[in-house]
């Protein structure tokens, strides 16, 4: 736990990892004993890859994170093998199993996905493919790519919870990319690579996390081989096939053609970064699941500082709650601040009002002075509408601050606000727009 502790900063190491005990590691399983189930979720969930990255580079590489709860097994994202049970293992193959959704992270649901302009493609696509008994879907192989933290995990866990309550008993299996690698390297050592295919071959639907390891572990140059196998021949049966990558699979390097060519005969689809009003409904619906009811400002706030990744913005709303329940505080503004500052955010120096305004105008070719003018025009009203929103997007300024610098009350901001946030779900073109100016904001 030593190298985890020089990264986080003290807050962190002591509320989440303090109260943790190491049991061992055996099996590629790192064993922890934590106090209760909201423990086990959050390291399980927001902290696996930092402790798997750990005993990397201590030379002991492992696989997944179990923890356990006054000596009962709770782990519900064993991202090697989270839907099935396992009861025995073939030399070099995959286990053999019995299929079962209980051992899903019980909050990766549809139901507490929620739904925006930057992934509604994505939700629509996993939903089509998780329905019963579904064969030969034109959405085969799924690809869900976009930056980590945005909930790509999360929706593969949902179709496959989806499709073993409305298909009981199929064969299901859901690994990451270095899980695959892994299961292909101990075939090729125990020289049974077909009986290794046959296993992928007669799977019901195959879920694979982060392909892009396939590529970057691929040991004994056999990763890519096997991963297209099992593509072709779950494909040529109509088994579905959904995977998730950190970027569009022409962007990975070194992946093979084969591999490449087969994804694009499905579909690809991203999950782009929330706005500010999706990000604060994410803050309330995570809130609400833990039994919270967060006062007015509180979620605002949280959806203005963590901007770029949903597993940040969750971890800290853990982080806040834990705090509140161990001290018994009640979460205010004035706590919310506090735990902020020993939260620092990583991110770039934001930019000002008159940053936004100056960007705005550009774009709608005026000057920027007309944006704070007493005109209405349509355009004018459009691009001082979308000035808005950025700034609320991107400079952490309050809704008063940002009509003052706009001669406007707040509840003209907030019009406007709510107007280009409806729009943007419906106007391809705006939000076009939008994605630009943020990203040359950022």
Known sequence: MSVIRTSLSPHEYATWFAPAEFLGAEDEVVAIRVPNAMFANHLEGEYRDRILDAFTAAGSPMASVRCSVSGNSVSARDPAHALVQVHQTRSGGLPETTSRSDSLAASFTFDAFVVGASNRCAHAAAQAVSDRGVQYSPFNPLLIYGSAGLGKTHLLQAIARRYLERNPGRRVLQTRGEAFSGHVVNAVRSQDLYGFRDQCAQLDMLLVDNIQFIAGLDRFGRSAEEFFHALTALSERGRQVVLTCDCHPRDIRNLDARIKSRLESGLTTDVGKPDWEMRTAIVRGKAAALGMELPDGVAETIASRYKNNVGELQGFLNSLIASSRANGVKISSVFLQRILSAHPSRRSPR??????QTAVAKAFGMAPLRLIGPQRGKALVLARHVA????????????KDIGREFRRDHSTVTYG???????RERD?????????????LS
């Open 351 to 356: 930019p000002s009002i008159q940053d936004v």
């Open 388 to 399: 808005m929103y950025l700034c609320r997007e991107t400079t952490g300024r309050t809704l």
């Open 417 to 423: 606000i709510r107007r280009i946030a409806t729009a």
């Open 428 to 440: 391809l073109g705006l939000n076009r727009i939008l994605e630009r100016l943020l990203d040359q």
